[in-house]
């Protein structure tokens, strides 16, 4: 791949008001105008480069745009204070009362929750697809499906997504193909493979920090400007402003982004090796036992690795609680949602993230009530983790017996 996204984003220079290493941080919710002229001008988007209000555009909201534009490779990008802010705003965006859109079934459980229930309000009809069925998705278009939604790498399931067979439906139909791309930042480049909107939650690596909730819509300079329609743009009137302090704590830390992604990735891999040669049931698109690891390994980036999210199966919803609590115990992790902290966060996906999905669903998509995931820290000794986390499932009886009785 010729496009190197951490060039990119080492290549953006910006010098703070005093010549400071970072841009400085615009402390202000409102502009001053020298002439009543160019404020009409500004409301009418006729003024480049001039700021109105804050919840439009903001100096450090816009630093931080271009450098998740130049992350994906994308025209423009927009901030927003939640992932989910990101999501409802594309979705509303382009759906009317009315319109149908075709999205994965497996998905972040608070994107499932306002697909099926909340776009009720607005008759948008959904279709819940088995993502990796491209012949699926193809039989579920109908004349009035105006995008296709997923991620690139699901939730909590790790499926992963066909990109470029998915562009190709939504190009024959001059739809978009929007892709959540949370879980594979670096990994994946969702737009040079063809998908017109990216869509990040920044809460998880891309801050890589848990202090922060944060999102980003990146595409076409045209679509990131009709978000910030003053009259129509889902953006700016549904109102998900992120914080300018928020937003220059972000850029800072996606500084790092490219040496945290592959640690995140090589610790996750070391690990899923491991248990999965323990015989434990392990998901991990980085096992070549993954349904979907040749069609990973061909889409990826490969020096940022497989990802840093890996699943596994301990048995039953007691053991997992059990396991999770004794690893807490021993500081190998935290029992916790979210993702992307320098530290191990694990939780158990059909009583948290993914409750939202009722339990039959659930089952028919292969979530299993003893499944943990793991978003792999930073550790500098995996190895010591490994051999302390396998400890903790011997004691609970979850490592088979095969290897201990040998
Ligand atoms: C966390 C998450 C979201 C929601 O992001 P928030 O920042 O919590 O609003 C969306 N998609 C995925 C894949 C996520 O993991």
């Known amino acids: 791949m010729d496009y190197n996204a951490s060039d990119a984003i080492q290549d953006l220079q910006y010098f703070g008001e005093f010549g400071g290493v970072n841009p400085s941080i615009s402390d ?94 607005f008759r948008i009809e959904v279709s819940f697809v088995d993502i990796t069925n491209l012949e699926a998705v193809r039989a579920a278009l109908r004349p009035n499906t105006k995008m296709i939604y997923c991620e690139a790498v699901s939730n909590p399931l790790l499926e992963v997504a066909d990109i470029g067979g998915l562009a190709q439906i939504a190009n024959s139909r001059q739809i978009p193909l929007a892709v959540d791309n949370t879980f594979t930042p670096l990994s994946i480049a969702p737009a040079r493979l063809g998908a017109h909107i990216v869509i990040h939650s920044l809460t998880k690596f891309i801050n890589g920090t848990s202090d922060t909730v944060a999102g980003a819509i990146c595409g076409s300079r045209d679509f990131c400007l009709a978000l910030k329609d003053v009259n129509d743009g889902a953006g700016i009137l549904l109102g998900s402003t992120l914080d300018s302090l928020r937003a220059a704590s972000i850029l800072k830390n996606m500084r790092t982004l490219h040496l945290r992604m592959s640690k995140h990735s090589e610790n996750a891999h070391y690990l899923a090796e491991r248990f999965e040669a323990d015989g434990l049931r392990v998901v991990y698109p980085g096992l070549a036992s993954h349904p979907g690891h040749a069609l990973m390994t061909r889409q990826m980036v490969s020096q940022y690795g497989y990802g840093g999210i890996l699943t596994l199966d301990a048995h039953s919803l007691e053991k997992a609680n059990s396991l999770m609590e004794q690893m807490q115990k021993e500081n190998l992790g935290y029992l916790a949602v979210s993702l992307g902290f320098y530290k191990t966060l694990f939780s158990a996906p059909g009583t948290s993230t993914s409750s939202e999905i009722p339990e039959t669903e659930q089952k028919a998509m292969g979530l299993s009530d003893g499944l943990i995931r793991f978003s792999i820290g930073l550790d500098h000794d995996i190895e010591r983790t490994y051999l302390r986390m396998k400890s903790c499932m011997e004691r609970l009886d979850i490592v088979p017996v095969k290897e201990m009785r040998a």
Not at 38 to 51: K, P
Not at 64 to 78: I, K, M, V, Y
Request: glycine residues 10%.
């Open 28 to 121: 202000s919710s409102t502009y001053t105008f020298l002439s009543a002229k160019t404020m009409f001008d500004t409301f009418e988007g006729n003024t480049e480069g001039c700021y109105l209000y804050s919840r439009h555009s903001s100096p450090s909201n816009l630093y931080l745009g271009e450098a998740l534009a130049a992350l994906e490779g994308t025209e423009a990008a927009n901030v927003t204070a939640s992932g989910m802010g990101a999501i409802t705003a594309v979705i509303l965006q382009l759906c009317s009362s009315g319109d149908h859109l075709i999205s994965s079934r497996t998905i972040y459980g608070g994107t499932y929750a306002f697909l099926k229930n909340f776009l009720k309000r």
